[in-house]
Nanobody
Framework: QVQLVESGGGLVQAGGSLRLSCVAS????????MDWYRQAPGKQRDLVAA???????NYADAVKGRFTISRDHAKNTVYLQMNNLKPEDTAVYYC????????????????WGQGTQVTVSS
């Protein structure tokens, strides 16, 4: 019913930049939030960047000042601009969306994208 598709990952040298995108499609009445997570090999999936209920942004300490999350409501798309990348940023990056399918059904559902690989070489 709903798909989240990430794109924009790849191989980049340390100090470089990448811009990730995540597009939500399908039966969507309202998107409450779309946030970014990452999972490095052998580690748990951690929050990287998110919007608060008030519309401001939160970032993991490791990426503050280097990553920027933004959103295009009209396109159901969230972006993650990643600058000054470091080898420790290497991970699979996932998009998570919390959304409502129909106007008459207020239940919220959580969806994950398939992930996009980001590899930063030293």
């Amino acid at each position: 019913q709903v798909q989240l598709v990430e794109s924009g990952g790849g191989l980049v040298q340390a100090g470089g930049s990448l811009r990730l995108s995540c597009v939500a499609s399908g039966s969507i009445f309202k998107i409450y939030t779309m946030d970014w997570y990452r999972q490095a090999p052998g580690k748990q999936r951690d929050l990287v960047a998110a919007f608060t209920s008030g519309g401001s942004t939160n970032y993991a300490d490791a990426v503050k000042g280097r990553f920027t999350i933004s959103r295009d409501h009209a396109k159901n798309t969230v972006y993650l601009q990643m600058n000054n990348l470091k080898p420790e940023d290497t991970a699979v990056y996932y998009c998570n969306g919390i959304l409502q399918h129909f106007e008459y059904e207020t239940t919220r559902f959580s969806y994950w994208g398939q992930g996009t690989q980001v590899t930063v070489s030293s």
